[in-house]
Structure formats: structure tokens, C-alpha cells
């Protein structure tokens, strides 16, 4: 049988419907689906297979099976990042919690990149500064001082790449806690602004396409802290040849992608925009690592399910240091290789936002009581901010 033109065309237009219809459900069988994309790019779980019990409800689940469908595509992920892709280059975001500023910046959206930038409450700041105050003096009885380091926003470093109409006000709630804790209830606290304005003359100091500062600035963070602690707290032995370990050049930057891979565009934008070569120390790598060993300490509310990485952690460094205990949130994940050298002991704890107040407390309270440490360095982004209040601390041992 010789097929004519028309009917060869019209064969392996056939084919091809059928091959686009039925590969997905192959692949779906084979268990390659499109989920993996929802719950990384999009963050939602992928719709649920509709349950049809006859024929005539068919129409009525249609809408439901139809977003199925799409959910299981396994060439979601591509189409998904290029979409993002296309609308990251006019300077949109497929994300409401990315926003794409001037020059391809990528900033962490939220309520304090607004004109309107939220504030505290006079009531809302006393009292949660009356609890901070609380907890201060509860550790300073168990031989502990509090030092409070606030990391700023990106945008508040680098306001002139945000979208003009995001760009913030220049009064916020961090300075407002700045100005009242030490001025009014004698909190210290440790404002890092005025020395990365002056480290963005020299270089870049926070990521273009994250939300982070890279390491050399958290290493210029660290050398802050160890002189406010030297200055204010007890003498830190070998100051002068500490500052020198932490005042390094870095000759590249190299690029952390975590708000591009929210997009999912960041190997498009390395494609597009390559690291320089070098040996990998000339690169300030996103992925830094501790050169010690550590021990994970049990802490209430911290389960099994979670990474060791979100665990309490205790290193050893320089037996002359001082006994540390860093509260952190991702911040300060970046300055903790560079305190652990220079510390005894450095107990590190991530801040973990999902906890409620009188659960961070539990944990403040645990690790101290069983570390002993000489000072509380707690690192909080300004994104951050409004969950450094303790909503109560209560002083008795549990």
C-alpha cells in the first residue's frame, strides 16, 4: 500500500499527537514527572490525581485532571526556567519573593524594600526589648555577655539597583533596635553598615544573584566582632595577629545563585555570565567549610529529620580562645569558619525561624547551661529583624 502525500502527512501528524499524549503518561509510569520542579521552583505540592467515579462527572473533574496533566509534564522544569529566563531579562521576576532589580540584581522581596518600610510599635519595641533585657541579664548571671550583630539587607547596602518604586525608606526597624537597645536598655549591639559601605567602595560585598554577603565581608563581620568583643567584654588573646588572618584579598568572587536557583535560571546565567578561571583558592566559594571536627549537642526542638547542618554543633579551634556560642541564621553561617579558629570552643545553632519565641528560648537556655559559654553572639539578618524579640524569657531552669 503506497500512502500519498496528504495521507502520510496527515499519519505522522497522528503520531506526533499521539506520542505528545501518551509520552508523558510513559514517563509517568517510569515515574519521571514535572513534581520535582513544583516543589523546588514553584513551592507547592503538585495536584493530586481527581478520583471519577463514572463517565458523566468526566466533564466536571476535567479542570482538575487538566491541572494534572500540566503538573506531570516532565519537561516542566526547562520550560518553567525559561519562562523565568525571558521574564528575568526585561527585568521581571517569575517569583513574587524574587525581585530583579537594575543591571540584573536579584534581591529577597519583602515588607523592607517599601517607601511605606514597616516600623515597631513603641509598645512592641519596649516590651520586646524588655525580654531581650530579660535574657541578657539571665545569661550574665550564668557567666555569659550578649552581643547583638545585625547583618543588613542587600538592598539597604545596594538601594541604587532596586526598582526605583521598592526602594526603601531610610528609618526602619533596624534602626530602631540600633538606637534603643544600647541607648535605652543598655543592649549591646554591633551596626556593621558604615563599614560595608566603605568595603562597596573596594569591591563587591554582597552577592549579585543572592541574598547573602560573600566571605570576605563575613570575614570583615568577624573582625568587627572579635574588637567590640576585645574592647567591651574580655581581652582576646592575640588580637593584632587575628586581624591579620582575617584581612584577605579575595582576587575573584565567585557567585552563590541562591535567589537565581529559586528562579531556576541559574545555570542559564552562569552560561550566560562564567566565573574567571583560577586555582580554587582564588575563589570565595559559596560552600565553606570548617576545618575542625564537630560534635552535635541534643537540644530541645531540634529532630531527627533535620540536617546535621541545623543542628547545634560544637567545634574546637585555638585552646587559649574564648569559649563562643553563635546563634545564627544564614548570616552567620558565613562568619562561623572564621570564628571557629580562634575559639576554645565555638557552639554554633541555627536560629530556626519555623520555632516559636519560648522554643528559641528553651534552646538558648539548654545550650548555655550545658556549654558555659563567655559570650552570646547572636547574628540576625535584617530580613529578620522582628524575630529577635523574645515574646517572654523565663529565667527558670527547666
Not at 520550560?79 to 530583579?100: C, D, F, I, M
Not at 544600647?182 to 562597596?200: E, Y
Not at 541574598?211 to 574592647?231: D, F, G, K, P
Amino acid at each position: 500500500m503506497v500512502l500519498s502525500r496528504k495521507q502520510f502527512a496527515l499519519l505522522l501528524e497522528g503520531l506526533c499527537y499521539s506520542a505528545f499524549l501518551v509520552a508523558p503518561l510513559g514517563m509517568l509510569a517510569l515515574g519521571i514527572t514535572g513534581h520535582k520542579s513544583i516543589k523546588t521552583l514553584e513551592k507547592r505540592a503538585p495536584h493530586p490525581l481527581p478520583k471519577v467515579h463514572s463517565l458523566h462527572r468526566l466533564p466536571e473533574a476535567m479542570p482538575e485532571l487538566s491541572a494534572w496533566f500540566e503538573d506531570i509534564l516532565p519537561w516542566r522544569q526547562s520550560l518553567t526556567a525559561q519562562l523565568n529566563y525571558a521574564l528575568y531579562r526585561v527585568g521581571e521576576s517569575g517569583r513574587p519573593k524574587v525581585l530583579v532589580g537594575d543591571e540584573d540584581w536579584m534581591f529577597f522581596s519583602g515588607p523592607d524594600y517599601s517607601p511605606q518600610r514597616p516600623r515597631f510599635a513603641a509598645e512592641e519595641l519596649e516590651a520586646g526589648a524588655q525580654a531581650l533585657l530579660a535574657r541578657q541579664q539571665w545569661l550574665q548571671q550564668h557567666g555569659t555577655q550578649y552581643l547583638l550583630f545585625v547583618a543588613p539587607n542587600k538592598g539597604t547596602i545596594y538601594p541604587e539597583y532596586l526598582p526605583f518604586w521598592r526602594r526603601p525608606a531610610e528609618f526602619g526597624r533596624m534602626d530602631q533596635i540600633l538606637d534603643a537597645l544600647p541607648n535605652q536598655f543598655g543592649i549591646a549591639c554591633l551596626d556593621p553598615r558604615p563599614q560595608l559601605f566603605s568595603l562597596k567602595e573596594k569591591g563587591l560585598v554582597y552577592l549579585k544573584h543572592d541574598v547573602h554577603w560573600n566571605t570576605r565581608t563575613a570575614r570583615m563581620a568577624t573582625r568587627l566582632c572579635w574588637q567590640r568583643i576585645h574592647r567591651d567584654f574580655f581581652p582576646v588573646p592575640g588580637l593584632e595577629e587575628l586581624e591579620r588572618s582575617l584581612d584577605w584579598e579575595m582576587r575573584w568572587v565567585s557567585e552563590q545563585q541562591g535567589l537565581a536557583e529559586m528562579l531556576g535560571i541559574d545555570r542559564l546565567v552562569q552560561q550566560l555570565a562564567p566565573l574567571p578561571k583560577g586555582t580554587p583558592e582564588d575563589f570565595d566559594s559559596p560552600k565553606i567549610r570548617f576545618s575542625a571536627e564537630y560534635q552535635i549537642l541534643d537540644a530541645p526542638h531540634y529532630t531527627d529529620k533535620m540536617p546535621d547542618r541545623l543542628h547545634p554543633r560544637v567545634f574546637h579551634g585555638n585552646p587559649d580562645g574564648p569559649v563562643v556560642f553563635l546563634f545564627t541564621d544564614s548570616f552567620g553561617n558565613w562568619m562561623g569558619p572564621w570564628l571557629q579558629p580562634h575559639c576554645s570552643t565555638l557552639l554554633m545553632a541555627r536560629r530556626l525561624t519555623e520555632l516559636s519565641q519560648e522554643q528559641k528560648a528553651d534552646i538558648v537556655r539548654s545550650l548555655v547551661e550545658q556549654v558555659q559559654p563567655e559570650i552570646m553572639l547572636e547574628v540576625v539578618g535584617e530580613m529578620n529583624i522582628h524575630d529577635i524579640f523574645p515574646s517572654t524569657f523565663d529565667v527558670t531552669p527547666r
